[in-house]
T-cell receptor
Framework: KQEVTQIPAALSVPEGENLVLNCSFT??????LQWFRQDPGKGLTSLLL?????REQTSGRLNASLDKSSGRSTLYIAASQPGDSATYLC??????????FGAGTQVVVTP | NAGVTQTPKFRVLKTGQSMTLLCAQD?????MYWYRQDPGMGLRLIHY???????AKGEVPDGYNVSRLKKQNFLLGLESAAPSQTSVYFC????????????FGSGTRLTVV
């Protein structure tokens, strides 16, 4: 059974610092890897989706890497802003699109 | 531009009562999913559907039933609610395998007393 782990569980940084969020998974036979953002009391917003054949994806200040052989993905957020405060979730996907989530990293960016 | 709409947004049930949660999407997506989110446990898959008329069990299906009679709707039923089913329920949809990412609804917060 796929297990997805996110470390750290919580992170607090001053505005302007770069954020590095880690995600590890036990089964490398994933279809793709996705990063989501969740604001308190809200649903999930998709940030980046990395296909299993890709090494990374970029969108604006966000960059996500994928290393299937080591079972790791990393989300980088450059020049963090208070608006980046949220919980970030990673999830692996199988061929049926079923998501296996990590428990998330709660991020606070202080002004 | 509704995306995925969940109703109701909040509900309080007494133990043993039944209810149905509705998920509706207007994007013509093939695949639909129901997840529950509990503190410290992330989201776990309850049931999913890969097309109209199909359903399949996920990781935590016990105590729940689903139906997908129309492509745009995915219903989650609780026949006899238990306090362990207190959770936030999220519905999601996606176009199909290899065709793009997921769209999530805003969630239904259910409390069973």
């Amino acid at each position: 059974k796929q297990e997805v782990t996110q470390i750290p569980a919580a992170l607090s940084v001053p505005e302007g610092e770069n954020l590095v969020l880690n995600c590890s998974f036990t089964d490398s036979a994933i279809y793709n890897l996705q990063w989501f953002r969740q604001d308190p009391g809200k649903g999930l917003t998709s940030l980046l989706l990395i296909q299993s054949s890709q090494r990374e994806q970029t969108s604006g200040r966000l960059n996500a890497s994928l290393d299937k052989s080591s079972g790791r993905s990393t989300l980088y957020i450059a020049a963090s802003q208070p608006g980046d405060s949220a919980t970030y979730l990673c999830a692996s996907t199988d061929s049926w699109g079923k998501l296996q989530f990590g428990a998330g990293t709660q991020v606070v960016v202080t002004p | 531009n509704a995306g995925v709409t969940q109703t109701p947004k909040f509900r309080v049930l007494k133990t043993g009562q039944s209810m149905t949660l509705l998920c509706a999407q207007d994007m013509n997506h093939e695949y639909m999913y129901w997840y529950r989110q509990d503190p410290g446990m992330g989201l776990r898959l309850i049931h999913y559907s890969v097309g109209e008329g199909t359903t399949a069990k996920g990781e935590v299906p016990d105590g729940y039933n689903v139906s997908r009679l129309k492509k745009q709707n995915f219903l989650l039923g609780l026949e006899s609610a238990a306090p362990s089913q207190t959770s936030v329920y999220f519905c999601a949809s996606r176009p199909g395998t290899g065709l793009g990412g997921y769209t999530f609804g805003s969630g239904t917060r259910l409390t069973v007393v």
